[in-house]
């Protein structure tokens, strides 16, 4: 089983700086079958990224994310307020499919 | 428009059963591998497994908690996935969510329907 690490575990940042959150896996993710969801209360997760890199339709381009093998990146380029939110990774390289354990990016 | 709409959440004595279904429409059903997800409350999201579509042998995988448990099937003349949930504990009482991948890569989900397992 691929175990995703995500770090750091909380993120404290302010409304216009630049968040970077981490995804490593314990093996190669195959085919960089990587996505990044955000999760608000009371909603679905909302994917932002998939195959690590692409950025779904109507996600704003200050949202993108980087890597391949076994180190993966979410970058946030300019946080704006409603980007506060949990995000997870999630590999679907090899089964069984496994989840990050997410990563709290709140307001400082 | 794709739509993923799961039901038959409820309140389950531990030990008991519970069959949740995914009704699905906008896209092809019969050629999509087709997951479960469930999120306990106030913790991370979890897989519970998956099942391929039947041209690519229909297979099922489980994550090790619900392994011999838990039962993924489908039946691609009703567009419907299936999650059959036996020996239920407390700690499968979540929020389940079915979703699929799409061809172009984007990842679709139901809202979830909620699962209690408690005396």
């Known amino acids: 089983e691929i175990v995703l690490t995500q770090s750091p575990g909380t993120l404290s940042l302010s409304p216009g700086e630049r968040a970077t959150l981490s995804c490593r896996a314990s093996q190669s993710v195959s085919s960089n079958y990587l996505v990044w969801y955000q999760e608000k209360p009371g909603q679905a997760p909302r994917l932002l990224i998939y195959?690590?890199?692409s950025r779904a339709t109507g996600i704003p381009d200050r949202f993108s994310g980087s890597g391949s093998g076994t180190d993966f990146t979410l970058t946030i380029s300019r946080l704006e307020p409603e980007d506060f939110a949990v995000y997870y990774c999630?590999?679907?390289?090899?089964?069984?499919?496994?989840f990050g354990q997410g990563t709290k990016l709140e307001i400082k | 428009e794709v739509q993923l709409v799961e039901s038959g959440g409820g309140l389950v004595k531990p030990g008991g059963s519970l069959r949740l279904s995914c009704a699905v429409s906008g896209f092809t059903f019969t050629n999509a591998y087709m997951s479960w997800v469930r999120q306990a409350p106030g913790t991370g999201l979890e897989w519970v497994g998956r099942?391929?579509?039947?041209?690519?042998?229909?297979?099922?995988d489980y994550a090790a908690p619900v392994e011999g448990r838990f039962t993924i099937s489908r039946d691609d003349s009703k567009n419907t996935l299936y999650l059959q949930m036996n020996s239920l504990k407390s700690e499968d009482t979540a929020l389940y969510y079915c979703?699929?991948?799409?061809?172009?890569?984007?990842?679709?989900w139901g809202q979830g329907t909620l699962v209690t397992v408690s005396s």
């Open positions: 999630h590999q679907y390289g090899s089964s069984p499919y496994t």
């Open positions: 195959d690590a890199s």
């Open positions: 099942i391929k579509s039947k041209a690519d042998g229909g297979t099922t």
């Open positions: 979703i699929t991948r799409s061809l172009t890569g984007f990842w679709y």
